[in-house]
């Protein structure tokens, strides 16, 4: 660990590698397994039976619930959810015979995304910020700011409010979040927050 004060919450049954740099307010629960190199923002919360593998990097308030494995060459931006039994990859064609360790391939989580349960993201890809991947999706290509995908292979349905509701645009291409009331554009298949 990169301090002498320990600021977060680890059950007795995590294992925690030194070398790692954990924020104030993470918890990290039963039988989760923090790498060496790994570096988890503040109050992030990390359910049973996880693994953060080395050089990941986790942002603020990230929520990674059950059963979960980060691999290497995994960036969670702040506010990720990571749903139960979701998955990713870092190598694009392994083989058990060959070792490919120098070929981990870069997958980033932007800021206020949402992955559901049992998703598989493909690696090498990136997901726009605020985009919702729904449950038992599979991910072979980049997502879009707040697209929200579904299916194997995953394709887009619709977008997503900062605040997790589905957005339906009128006639000018404007949308409101029924929740905040915050209002969306549409613009060239990109939507953007209104200011």
Known sequence: MS???KVYFAHPS???DEDCEI?????IWHFT???SKCKIGKNCNLGQNVVVSPEVTL???VKVQNNVSIYTGVICED???LGPS???TNVINPRSAILRRDQYMKTIVRKGASIGANATIVCGNEIGQFAFIGAGAVIVKPVPAYALLVGNPARQIGWMSEFGHRLHFNADNIAECPESKEKYILENHTV???D
Not at 23 to 27: A, M, P, Q, S, V
Request: hydrophobic letters at 40%.
């Open 3 to 5: 301090t002498e004060k």
């Open 79 to 81: 506010d990720v959810f």
């Open 23 to 27: 924020g104030e307010g993470t918890k």
């Open 14 to 16: 995590a294992i925690i």
């Open 33 to 35: 397994h923090i790498m």
């Open 86 to 88: 979701m998955v990713f």
């Open 192 to 194: 953007r927050k209104s």
């Open 59 to 61: 942002g603020n308030n």
